[in-house]
């Protein structure tokens, strides 16, 4: 059974960091694409990061330069570092594992950003 576990989220003032991380288990971690995707109130969910098995990195413009996506092979979890953040930032963050037949998906975590 694939299980995805985010943790990190919280309350933070604009111009400052969190780090999100999503703890991964039955699903063979190097081989897929691993992403981060958020949903902000009253609004669709949109991706926001991903890092192919390969290690290759996609921003979308909102993040690019202030988030970083990573992850840690031998814990089966994958990051996103936040920094400067903005309150256009708020959103609960999903993290996703990507395989060819399926796509998995944590619960999610609450962002929020004052201003």
């Known amino acids: 059974q694939v299980q995805l576990v985010e943790s990190g989220g919280g309350m933070v003032q604009a111009g400052g960091s969190l780090r999100l991380s999503c703890a991964t288990s039955?699903?063979?971690?190097?081989?897929?694409?691993l992403g981060w995707f958020r949903q902000a109130p009253g609004q669709e969910r949109v991706f926001a990061a991903s890092m192919s098995a390969s290690g290759v990195t996609v921003y979308a413009d909102s993040v690019k330069g202030r988030f970083t996506i990573s992850r840690d092979n031998a814990k089966n979890t994958v990051y996103l570092q936040m920094n400067s953040l903005i309150p256009e930032d708020t959103a609960v963050y999903y993290c996703?594992?990507?395989?060819?037949?399926?796509?998995?998906w944590g619960q999610g975590t609450q962002v929020t950003v004052s201003s």
């Open positions: 039955g699903v063979t971690f190097t081989r897929h694409v």
């Open positions: 996703t594992v990507l395989t060819l037949r399926n796509s998995y």
